[in-house]
Structure formats: C-alpha cells, structure tokens
C-alpha cells in the first residue's frame, strides 16, 4: 500500500532552517523521480524541488540556492533542507512523485516562517 509521511515541519524565524523528511511506501518510489511541493493558504500546490532516483536534482527558481532534496533509496526517504527561509516559503509540505504526482497524498508538513 502506497503511503507518503512528512514530517519535520515547525515555526522559524526568517533566515532559519529547517530539515523536512518524507517516509515512503510502496516499491515504486526507490525508483521514481520524487518531488517537494508545497500549498500556501490560497495558492495552488506548487514544485519546490525534484531528485531522480541517480539523484539529479532540479529546483524552482524562488528556492533554489537555499534548498537541498535529498533521498536514501534504500530507506525509501526523501529529505528537504530549508535555508534562509524566507515568510513567503509558509506553506504546508509535501513529498510525492515528481512531476505527476500519484493521487494519494500525506498529510503535510507545516512550515511558517514567522518573527
């Protein structure tokens, strides 16, 4: 059963980091391109970050040089390491297949960048 769990989510100030990691089920993701996105309140979910399963990784243009994606096949994780987070990065995180994500999503993790 395909099962997606994001964590790591918190409250930090503007300049902050913050680590965020995803559990993945399912045989299929060892192999897949796997993505961060993120929803703000009223915005559609967007594409943050992607890493293929050799680790190639491609980013949006507003995180890229302040985010890292990362993943251990192995352990079926998929890691996103947030710097210099800026109030416009709040927004509830998720991880899924990239770019088509599959229908089943986790919960989320929230992030807000606050003073």
């Known amino acids: 059963q395909v099962q997606l769990v994001e964590s790591g989510g918190g409250l930090v100030q503007p300049g902050g980091s913050l680590r965020l990691s995803c559990a993945a089920s399912g045989s299929i993701f060892s192999i897949a391109t796997m993505g961060w996105f993120r929803q703000a309140p009223g915005q559609q979910r967007e594409l943050v970050a992607s890493i293929t399963s050799g680790g190639l990784t491609n980013y949006a243009g507003s995180v890229k040089g302040r985010f890292t994606i990362s993943r251990d096949n192995a352990k079926r994780m998929i890691y996103l390491q947030m710097n210099n987070l800026k109030a416009e990065d709040t927004a509830v995180y998720y991880c899924?297949?990239?770019?088509?994500?599959?229908?089943?999503w986790g919960q989320g993790t929230q992030v807000t960048v606050s003073s």
């Open positions: 899924n297949k990239s770019p088509t994500p599959i229908s089943v």
